[in-house]
């Protein structure tokens, strides 16, 4: 692999730092000072440092982010802005896209990988990952709309959702729902099957993963080593 494309790769450089790093002999390959951006390494083995720090190789990078309001579950769309715009430029190139949707409107966690076999595993209707969803509707919700909640809902299209947990807090009109699976505005379009509409709606959970309570909205940041095995563990 080229010296460039090992510390693009590793979120350490863009191409540009890398060259302007080489000029000003900031990196070094197994102690000697690299004399080109282009110089073949073998990120298994070979020694790199930029700066005086030694680069660990990692070919998937897993992010985990707050998303805001008005942002789109994509990697690029003509016209909204998409959550891949809240990463710095040197996480832009490499190749992160959603592991699965929140609409544009939907707040909280959101996964970015480049690992697409794990993505395909974790969004599997075979594995049941749950995903956990604070939400507050327009009218309160009665015991009878729960238990149709529990028992699956027949969506507009004749779609009949798995089953999906409900808690319900005092005001009736908020809590948290729990789901198994992931069709296009599920939540929402279960609501409206219930002569209900969402107003409010943020993920709190996927897999073994939780909105940290330290992320703001719009933040973001590599999962911890513990995460990363726990999600990986989820997708076996
Ligand atoms: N259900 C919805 O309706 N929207 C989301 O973003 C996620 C689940």
């Not at 080109?36 to 790199?48: H, I, N, Q, W």
């Not at 992010?63 to 990697?75: E, M, Q, R």
Request: one cysteine or more; hydrophobic letters at 35%; glycine letters at 6%.
């Amino acid at each position: 692999m080229r010296l460039d494309k090992l510390l693009s790769v590793s979120a350490v450089a863009t191409r540009k730092e890398t060259a302007r790093a080489v000029r000003a002999g900031q990196i070094t390959v197994n102690g000697a000072v690299a004399k080109r951006a282009d110089m073949a390494v073998d990120p298994e083995k070979d020694s790199v440092c930029f700066c005086g720090n030694a680069v660990f190789y990692k070919p998937y990078r897993y992010v985990l982010l707050n998303k805001p309001d008005g942002y789109v579950s994509a990697t690029e769309d003509g016209r909204e802005p998409t959550v891949l715009e809240l990463l710095p430029p040197l996480y832009t190139g490499l190749g992160l896209f959603p592991c699965g949707r929140l609409d544009k409107h939907t707040l909280g966690l959101m996964l970015l990988t480049n690992n697409g076999e794990l993505s395909h595993r974790l969004l599997s209707p075979r594995r049941h990952v749950s995903k956990r969803y604070a939400f507050r509707v327009k009218f309160p919700l009665s015991d009878t709309d729960c238990d149709r909640f529990r028992d699956g809902v027949t969506l507009e299209d004749g779609y009949e959702t798995k089953p999906a947990d409900i808690e319900l807090a005092e005001d009736k009109r908020s809590g948290v729902i729990t789901l198994v699976e992931g069709k296009y505005h599920q939540i929402k379009r279960m609501m409206e099957a219930l002569h209900n509409q969402i107003t409010y709606l943020e993920r709190i959970s996927f897999g073994p993963l939780a909105l940290p309570d330290d992320l703001p909205r719009g933040a973001w940041r590599e999962l911890t080593e513990q995460e990363e095995q726990m999600l990986l563990a989820a997708a076996e």
